[in-house]
């Protein structure tokens, strides 16, 4: 019940697409929802994150739709770019951004040029 | 901008021996966290530290692995006695009271 499953695994997107990553959960005592960027060889870094009580955010090319009913959330990247080649991860914590975070297993992003 | 560091980049060490990895957070953070990664798997939550103890630990944070903050900038993890399977990259991590978890670059742990 502590998990979170992240599909897909990997995905190849063309430069100026759209990438569609997807995480569900089962607790639903989860109430933080980020997604973390990771290039090779560095730290996750906090790209965008969401709280239940809202079904979308937007930051610039990056929104997170929430559906709070099925327990699934996404990432969406408009307008792909190579540098956004990484591998994202989905996360969740209970009790917000201070607690432990249950993270996905990760989707490696290509955006070909 | 502020950010989190780890030293050393890359240890490596011998099975059975002793390993401390140190990080220094982000100056007013006062939650420390420190996760790991096996290679190619996902990032796995070891333990969280708040007013000088430990306020979380998971299964993994077995009685092998200590955590100290030995003066007001240095968070460090202390495996005693190291497995192969202690093999990954260890992540340390801060925040403040409202915000998110800020990572560090991470240390390679390699065990031989």
């Known amino acids: 019940q502590q998990q979170v499953k992240q599909s897909p695994q990997s995905l190849i997107v063309q430069k100026g697409g759209i990438s569609i990553i997807n995480c569900a959960y089962e607790n639903t005592a989860f109430d933080y929802f980020p997604w973390y960027q990771q290039f090779p060889g560095k730290g996750p870094a906090l790209l965008i994150a969401i709280r239940p009580d809202v079904s979308e955010k937007k930051e610039g090319r990056f929104t997170i739709s929430f559906n709070k009913s099925a327990k699934q959330f996404s990432l969406h990247i408009m307008d792909s770019q190579p540098g956004d080649s990484a591998t994202y991860f989905c996360?969740?914590?209970?009790?917000?951004?201070?607690?432990?975070?249950?993270f996905g297993t990760g989707t490696l992003l290509a955006v070909q040029p | 901008e502020p950010e989190v560091t780890q030293t050393p980049s890359h240890q490596v060490t011998q099975m059975g021996q002793e390993v401390i990895l140190r990080c220094v957070p982000i100056s007013n953070h006062l939650y420390f966290y420190w996760y790991r990664q096996i290679l190619g798997q996902k990032v796995e939550f070891l333990v969280s530290f708040y007013n000088n103890e430990i306020s979380e630990k998971s299964e993994i944070f077995d009685d092998q692995f200590s955590v100290e903050r030995p003066d007001g900038s240095n968070f460090t993890l202390k495996i005693r006695s190291t497995k192969l399977e202690d093999s990954a990259m260890y992540f340390c991590?801060?925040?403040?009271?409202?915000?998110?978890?800020?990572f560090g670059p991470g240390t390679r742990l390699t065990v031989l």
């Open positions: 991590a801060s925040s403040s009271s409202t915000d998110t978890q800020y």
């Open positions: 996360a969740a914590s209970i009790g917000g951004a201070t607690n432990k975070l249950i």
